[in-house]
């Protein structure tokens, strides 16, 4: 019997170990609608909840893109299917104050949110993915509490998460994976909740 309540006992903790919330990303299925200062709305209705004080960062992948084995990656456009999602995005920020509308250098991902960015009537500010540093420094100590929309590929939004949360955690993402929708929170980059979406 003794034996019996400590393996329950050895199983209990090791579960509680191993939740999605100690794992680093929190992953769902809802699907987001809108986002406003104080929450993000999904489909269902029901919300995800900001807290007072954290930036937060709205990380997307570029959506649908050109494959053309012609023209180099870096100057793909969208397809109809692309510009259809970034407008989209659009309406899901509608109510939403930004701090700042990011992308990489890549031309899908400034096409990705070039609408958002024209909607809002601010500049979109590039980013190479190998100085994310600097990214972190704009959003968390120049412009702190604030809400920020970054667009980047499929290879460089792990390493993006990574660094946020301080964990090697980034998610596998495939090229086509353009629906994603990651919330991050947080007051300092490596110490940040992620919270995985799709729109």
């Known amino acids: 019997m ?7 006992l050895c199983l209990s903790l090791f579960s509680m170990g191993c939740s999605s919330e100690g794992s680093g990303i929190i992953q769902n299925s809802k699907k987001v609608v809108s986002v406003d200062n104080s ?3 999904f489909s269902d209705g029901s919300t995800h909840p900001f807290k007072e004080g954290e930036s937060v960062i709205f990380l997307i992948p570029n959506a649908e893109h050109i494959k053309d084995s012609t023209k180099a990656v870096e100057t793909a456009g969208l397809i109809f299917e692309g510009q259809e999602r970034a407008k989209l995005l659009v309406n ?3 109510k939403a104050d930004l701090g700042a509308v990011m992308s990489s250098t890549q031309v899908r991902s400034a096409l990705t949110v070039q609408p958002l960015g024209a909607a809002k009537k601010i500049g ?3 980013y190479n993915s190998d100085s994310r540093q600097r990214i972190f420094d704009f959003v968390f100590q120049f412009n702190p509490g604030q809400k920020f929309v970054l667009v980047g590929e499929y290879n460089s939004i792990p390493l993006i998460i990574s660094d946020l949360t301080g964990k090697d955690i980034g998610p596998n993402l495939a090229e086509d994976d353009h629906e994603k929708f990651y919330v ?4 300092s980059a490596g110490n940040c909740s992620i919270n995985e979406f799709s729109y």
Request: no cysteine.
């Open 184 to 187: 991050i929170s947080g007051v």
């Open 92 to 94: 899901i920020f509608e």
């Open 124 to 126: 979109i500010l590039n």
């Open 2 to 8: 003794r034996y019996l309540i400590l393996a329950i």
């Open 39 to 41: 929450k993000v709305t």
